[in-house]
T-cell receptor
Framework: EAQVTQNPRYLITVTGKKLTVTCSQN?????MSWYRQDPGLGLRQIYY???????DKGDVPEGYKVSRKEKRNFPLILESPSPNQTSLYFC????????????FGQGTRLTVV | GDSVTQMEGPVTLSEEAFLTINCTYT??????LFWYVQYPGEGLQLLLK?????DKGSNKGFEATYRKETTSFHLEKGSVQVSDSAVYFC?????????????FGTGTKLQVIP
């Protein structure tokens, strides 16, 4: 079954404690991205990757890091989380190009206290 | 930069009512347009799409037509069901940010009551 898998689904952490949210896709997609979803703001792109070792900033990259060492994996790293990073996070992948849809993971609800 | 504007929600309708959710966009070039749906506790999934002007996307009774002259992509359904209750997002790609950049609207929550 084609899918994007994120882990964990829920995470509560303390300010400043480094964390990683994993994302894996099994569709051999070249393009992967991370979004955060906040009430009244919709989805905002954090980082994206067009292929292995190729990453770029989205609209709200501050406080986040990513890496793309393998085609299927695209982890999101918060080196020093802060309460304003409390949000619902989604990973997505697609083939890229005109009209290709994005496939989304189930989401990770992060709370930073 | 690119932007997508959706009507504010929530929208509450009775079952079998007609649905319209307005979406307008600002983008350079010839973007592709999408509607995604998010059911409670789940990720987004593609509902329908259109890749060029005058294209009509359709799926599960929902329709939307790519109107370049009015820069709009309104979502419609003739008769909604309780199972259509969800959050609907209008989105575009292929504008100034290229096809790797997807810009979403803020989402419109739809609640259908029996």
């Amino acid at each position: 079954e084609a899918q994007v898998t994120q882990n964990p689904r829920y995470l509560i952490t303390v300010t400043g404690k480094k964390l990683t949210v994993t994302c894996s896709q099994n569709m051999n997609h070249e393009y992967m991205s991370w979004y955060r979803q906040d009430p009244g703001l919709g989805l905002r792109q954090i980082y994206y990757s067009m292929n292995v070792e190729v990453t770029d900033k989205g609209d709200v990259p501050e406080g986040y890091k990513v890496s793309r060492k393998e085609k299927r994996n695209f982890p999101l790293i918060l080196e020093s989380p802060s309460p304003n990073q409390t949000s619902l996070y989604f990973c997505a992948s697609s083939s890229g190009g005109q009209g290709f849809e994005a496939f989304f993971g189930q989401g990770t609800r992060l709370t930073v206290v | 930069g690119d932007s997508v504007t959706q009507m504010e929600g929530p929208v509450t309708l009775s079952e079998e009512a007609f649905l319209t959710i307005n979406c307008t966009y600002t983008a350079t070039g010839y973007p592709s347009l999408f509607w995604y749906v998010q059911y409670p506790g789940e990720g987004l999934q593609l509902l329908l799409k259109a890749t060029k002007a005058d294209d009509k996307g359709s799926n599960k009774g929902f329709e939307a037509t790519y109107r370049k002259e009015t820069t709009s992509f309104h979502l419609e359904k003739g008769s909604v069901q309780v199972s259509d209750s969800a959050v609907y997002f209008c989105a575009l790609s292929g504008g100034s940010g290229g096809y790797q950049k997807v810009t979403f609207g803020t989402g419109t929550k739809l609640q259908v009551i029996p």
